[in-house]
């Protein structure tokens, strides 16, 4: 089994900065990438950013700059700086991994539960 846990996210002030982590863990033989993703009211859910395993990161034009993605390979963790928060950001914000199980010959996508992210004016 593969779990995905989000944790971070909460309520904070138009301006201000907020940290999301993701860790995924269980029978993980490989992780290609993990991703960040949110769902804001009303919207279907959208891609943030990506950092594939090693370093390279790409993110949605909608971010103006203002998120930042990292990761720490080593203990399957992905983090995402926010920072500038508008009410616009106010979401659920999810995380992927894409992966290889020992049980498995293709990758999968496995999602998280998600966060909530809520920015007051």
């Known amino acids: 089994q593969v779990q995905v846990v989000e944790s971070g996210g909460g309520l904070v002030q138009a301006g201000e900065a907020l940290r999301l982590s993701c860790k995924a863990s269980?029978?993980?033989?490989?992780?290609?990438?993990m991703a960040w993703h949110r769902q804001l009211p009303g919207k279907e859910r959208e891609l943030v950013a990506r950092?594939?395993?090693?370093?390279?990161?790409n993110y949605a034009d909608s971010n103006g700059g203002r998120f930042t993605i990292s990761g720490d390979d080593a203990r399957n963790m992905v983090f995402l700086q926010m920072d500038s928060l508008t009410p616009e950001d106010t979401g659920v914000y999810f995380c992927?991994?894409?992966?290889?199980?020992?049980?498995?010959?293709?990758?999968?996508?496995?999602w998280g539960q998600g966060t909530q992210v809520t920015v007051s004016s």
């Open positions: 269980g029978s993980i033989r490989t992780i290609s990438s």
């Open positions: 992927s991994a894409n992966l290889r199980t020992y049980r498995s010959v293709q990758y999968g996508t496995y």
């Open positions: 950092r594939i395993t090693g370093g390279t990161t």
